[in-house]
């Protein structure tokens, strides 16, 4: 279900962040005459002849550099070449083919990935300086100028074809669910208590798991792939490097999981950094679960639980489709319920709902609450349809877009979610202008 990762890779200054830049649309990546400016990875979603896919930015390559700031560099570049399905190695025309190229492009090609060879700044070169880039044997290179946009649609058609060829090692029956969250909230006992013997290890002191560990199992006739992650701590916390690589590693995850489950300690209730969690999982539109852990230590009275609820929904109200559950990893209590909950937060994902039905519950919406007029114009909705799942998204018709406000839109949704179960997964909705509308 996740787009395609493309890694940009190559020796410092060689235009990786200009052509980042030219076909993000934005200006995602700092870009400098000097190297080292791109120090840690940049994710961001693009898309070329209707073919989407996440483009990943990296510092220059220096492989035999022991300067600790570019050992960091190669370390983050290293983890965009390990969760990469294509890379895309970066030279440059103006300095020609270099050691640090042929020693760059001896580690692609042990990666066994799909890489493609660039040949940037080549605006005011011949073609023939093409021919020397042959020697890294890493196939026909691609001439081209980032900064100009000359032969960068040739290259992205080659990146594009290339999906095609790839082959998933993940099982596609397999619910794949991420255990993410801040270190020592309990998420290796979680998993531990899931799997039903010791697969990570278990510690009181924070920051011992250090990669995403998967491990396949089946419940209950269902094939799982459990991701067990590092703790993520905000950045000011993280000292480590080692650390600070796996953070990075535990948001790969998420964006490669069906369903996240965020651990929280309910002892320490709902912190600042809980929440930025929350929002990584909602900006990458993925059905999430809500585990409070713990709760065998909480003081409880009646009103105990509505309390926390509560909390969790000032707190997290953007993201208010979170399926709640109140577990203690230690005691086993609740943790069998988390599974099925996943269950069901992917099954909602894939809802669809048909046309026709939609479109009456949009028209009972609308006469019950009709959208407010601006400026002596108003909405009005002529169509409504389906168009994905995971997560699902409507596309809805209207006479101009910018009449959809964000309330109107807010309150739609919610007419769709009393409707039809959607507990789990976000929404989406969006407007397009219907023309002839009558």
């Not at 809805?396 to 964000?406: C, G, K, S, T």
Request: some cysteine.
């Amino acid at each position: 279900m996740a787009k395609p990762l493309v890694a940009i890779v190559g020796r410092p200054n060689v235009g990786k962040s200009t052509f980042f830049n030219k076909v993000t649309g934005r200006k995602l990546s700092i870009v400098e005459d000097f190297p080292g400016v791109t120090r840690d990875r940049v994710y961001a979603d693009a898309e070329w002849c209707g073919k989407f896919f996440t483009l990943i930015d990296t510092g220059g390559l220096e492989l035999k550099s022991t300067d600790e700031m570019w050992v960091h560099i190669q370390k983050q570049a290293e983890i965009a070449i390990e969760t990469a399905d294509v890379i895309v190695l970066f030279t440059d025309a103006k300095s020609g083919l270099t050691s640090a190229d042929q020693e760059v492009a001896l580690k692609l090609r042990k990666s066994g990935k799909p890489v493609i060879l660039a040949v940037n700044k080549l605006d005011n070169y011949s073609q023939d300086k093409l021919f020397e880039f042959y020697n890294l044997g890493l196939g026909e290179p691609f001439g081209i100028s980032a900064e100009h946009g000359t032969g960068v649609g040739d290259l992205l058609d080659e990146i594009t074809e290339k999906f095609s060829d790839l082959t998933k090692e993940d099982d596609a029956d397999s619910i794949k669910i991420a255990i993410v969250g801040k270190p020592n909230a309990g998420k290796s006992s979680l998993c531990n208590k899931l799997l039903g013997f010791n697969r990570t290890i278990v510690s009181d002191i924070a920051g011992t798991t250090r990669d995403a560990v998967d491990t396949d199992f089946v419940f209950n006739g269902d094939k799982f792939t459990l991701i067990d992650t590092a703790g993520i701590r905000k950045k000011s916390s993280v000292n480590e490097d080692l650390e600070y690589y796996s953070v990075l590693r535990a948001l790969g995850a998420i964006r490669r999981a069906d369903v996240c489950v965020m651990v929280i300690d309910a002892e320490s209730g709902v912190t600042e950094q809980d929440v930025k969690i929350c929002g990584y999982i909602h900006e990458q539109n993925k059905p999430s679960i809500i585990a409070m852990n713990k709760w065998d230590i909480i003081e409880k009275d009646t009103n105990t639980i509505n309390i926390f609820n509560a909390k969790l929904s000032e707190d997290l109200k953007f993201m208010d489709y979170y399926i709640p559950v109140y577990i203690s990893a230690k005691t086993g209590q609740r943790t069998d319920k988390v599974l099925n909950l996943c269950k069901n937060a992917l099954e909602n994902s894939q809802k669809r709902i048909s046309t026709g039905a939609l479109n009456d519950l949009i028209l009972d919406c609308v006469r019950a609450n009709e959208p407010p007029s601006v400026n002596g114009k108003r909405l009005k909705i002529s169509y409504v349809t389906q168009a994905e799942t995971v997560p699902p998204t409507f596309i809805i018709f209207v006479n101009e877009e910018r009449l959809l406000h964000f309330s109107y839109k807010r309150y739609l949704e919610n007419c769709i979610r009393k409707a039809y179960d959607f507990s789990g997964t976000p929404i989406r909705i969006i407007a397009r202008e219907k023309r002839d509308d009558l």
